[in-house]
């Protein structure tokens, strides 16, 4: 998939403030050294970020937990054992050491330790913590695959990992401990159940005082076609009313059955939320190119298994809303 000398070569990039796009088990990263601030800079400016979003450092075990946060609740040992490496991330307060590009600015720093093995190669080679935000353009559409990052970012990335489809699909469940109780900054395929058994406690709705997520907010993984998300029935109804007025429509259906109209581009989700969220974000590209009017999109259960899902489509619906304007 990804030889050792494609591992060495990246190492060197990033040794040499490079940028390297990498896989990891929820979606691919543009990874930077998070101890160098004009590598940081690039990211921001690759990506169009504004600088007050910071960005999610990668380790490649726990131990390294303590070089970035000054502070290591027992909260937080508790789930790295539980569900490291993999797709989950912890706010925790930060060391002195960690760059304002890292934090944006705040207390905190976010941590995570993937477990695709090409990110753990990497990682390891590397031997420091590496940043990555989510290897897309500001606000638009995650990358799971090496073809999805490098329609993104064509060459200003100099370095792309290809280790095939992302199997989540969607990003790591975020947990902030740097406060008294903790709190589901951003939820994932880690449900909040899970994280209450293992925490042994009820998480808290992040409230003034939790640390900000800024791309957790309103838009988000927006396709530039305007989406909608609505109940089957509905989206059958509005789907063959305006194709019978020559708009051009395409669907994302999970339960609904292709009605028969030829001119409707389809796409039939997995039936189950795992399988949905690995399709995500390639359906959602799919349906973009498709250069239609709108994108009508069959609404999820509202069952705790799909609340990642649901989250992803909210936001890309609040998106592409404020794309029309
Ligand atoms: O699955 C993932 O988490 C992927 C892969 C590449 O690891 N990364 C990812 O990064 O989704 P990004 O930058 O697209 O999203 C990270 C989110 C942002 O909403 C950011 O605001 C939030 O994490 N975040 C980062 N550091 C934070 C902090 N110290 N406090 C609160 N939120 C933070
Ligand atoms: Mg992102």
């Not at 970020?49 to 075990?61: C, E, G, K, S, T």
Request: net charge neutral; hydrophobic share 45%; charged share 20%.
């Amino acid at each position: 998939m990804v030889s050792d000398q494609e591992i060495k070569n990246a190492v060197a990039v990033l040794r040499a403030g490079g940028l390297v796009a990498f896989p990891t088990e929820t979606v691919y990263g543009l990874g930077a050294d998070a101890a160098n601030p004009e590598a940081l800079k690039k990211v921001f400016a690759a990506k169009g970020r504004p600088h007050d979003h910071p960005l999610i450092v990668h380790v490649a075990d726990a131990v390294q937990l303590a070089n970035w946060a000054r502070e290591i609740p027992p909260a937080a040992g508790k789930l790295a054992k539980k569900f490291w490496p993999g797709p989950l991330t912890v706010i925790l307060r930060r060391a002195a050491s960690v760059s304002d590009l890292v934090t944006g600015g705040q207390d905190t720093v976010a941590l995570r330790v993937p477990s695709h093995p090409v990110a753990q190669a990497l990682l390891r080679a590397f031997g420091g913590g590496i940043a990555a935000p989510s290897a897309n353009r500001f606000g638009r559409v995650s990358a799971t695959t090496a073809a999805h990052v490098r329609s993104e970012f064509g060459d200003t990335v100099e370095c792309v990992l290809d280790g095939g489809a992302a199997d989540v699909g969607i990003e790591s469940t975020i947990v902030d401990l740097s406060g008294p109780r903790p709190v589901l900054l951003r939820p994932g395929r880690i449900t909040a159940e899970q994280l209450e058994k293992v925490l042994g406690e009820a998480l808290a709705a992040p409230d003034a005082r939790s640390p900000r997520a800024p791309g957790t907010l309103a838009k988000h993984y927006a396709p530039q076609t305007p989406l909608m998300m609505m109940e089957a029935d509905l989206m059958l109804e509005l789907a063959s009313s305006l194709v019978r007025q020559g708009r051009r429509v395409a669907a994302l259906a999970r339960s609904a059955l292709q009605p028969l109209l030829p001119e409707l581009v389809w796409i039939a989700a997995p039936a189950d939320a795992e399988g949905y969220a690995h399709d995500l974000y390639a359906n959602l590209r799919k349906l973009d190119e498709a250069g239609c009017d709108t994108i009508l999109v069959e609404e999820p259960p509202l069952t705790a298994e799909w609340a990642a899902v649901r989250d992803r489509l909210l936001r890309a619906a609040a998106g592409a809303q404020e794309n029309l304007s």
